[in-house]
T-cell receptor
């Protein structure tokens, strides 16, 4: 069975500083890993994904994530945070050959302080 | 890119009434759509997988008679909350895949249901 853990409910970072939002996963077989962002009262917007290939994945709005198989992690990062990055971030995993049945982590609320 | 539209974006209803939420893929055909429920400050919980032309597949613990799903066409899936009660108040989100090979789900903006 697939599962995702986001150990931090809340992450605060000063504007301009680097940010990291943590995610670890458990899945049988090769993982399909995703990051989505949710703004208040909105649906989810896709940020980036890892299916195969380079462990460092670059996505929308300057975000990137590194797939680490040995640590079963897929942390989201950005070199310089913006106030507009403040939102709820979800890590998700799907197993097997398809990525349509996603299991989400509990989410991490990122607050970027001006 | 792919766009998924949900309607209504918010709805308030009286206890005991039924509410229908629509999920449309605007520029692609979606043979499969997914319905999620999100409680305040919590993650998304997959409720069911909606398959065009066949019965929906419900996740464990989700009452299929309570949450009726119909996927009558390749661009429309509906979720009907029957005999709604205050505990059904939640944020409901649908998603769909355009199966373009990108392995990315597109999510609707969500529908907030408040049952009085």
């Amino acid at each position: 069975a697939q599962s995702v853990a986001q150990p931090e409910d809340q992450v605060n970072v000063a504007e301009g500083n680097p940010l990291t939002v943590k995610c670890t996963y458990s899945v049988s077989g090769n993982p399909y890993l995703f990051w989505y962002v949710q703004y208040p009262n909105r649906g989810l917007q896709f940020l980036l994904k890892y299916i195969t290939g380079d462990n460092l994945v670059k996505g929308s709005y300057g975000f990137e994530a590194e797939f680490n198989k040995s640590q079963t992690s897929f942390h989201l990062k950005k070199p310089s945070a913006l106030v507009s990055d403040s939102a709820l971030y979800f890590c998700a995993v799907a197993g097997g050959t398809g990525a349509n049945n996603l299991f989400f982590g509990t989410g991490t609320r990122l607050t970027v302080i001006p | 890119g792919a766009v998924v539209s949900q309607h209504p974006s918010w709805v308030i209803c009286k206890s005991g009434t039924s509410v229908k939420i629509e999920c449309r893929s605007l520029d692609f055909q979606a043979t499969t759509m997914f319905w999620y429920r999100q409680f305040p400050k919590q993650s998304l919980m997959l409720m069911a997988t909606s398959n065009e032309g066949s019965k929906a597949t419900y996740e464990q613990g989700v009452e299929k008679d309570k949450f009726l799903i119909n996927h009558a066409s390749l661009t429309l899936s509906t979720l009907t909350v029957t005999s709604a009660h205050p505990e059904d108040s939640s944020f409901y989100i649908c998603s769909a895949s355009d199966f373009s090979g990108a392995n990315v789900l597109t999510f609707g903006a969500g529908s907030r249901l408040t049952v009085l």
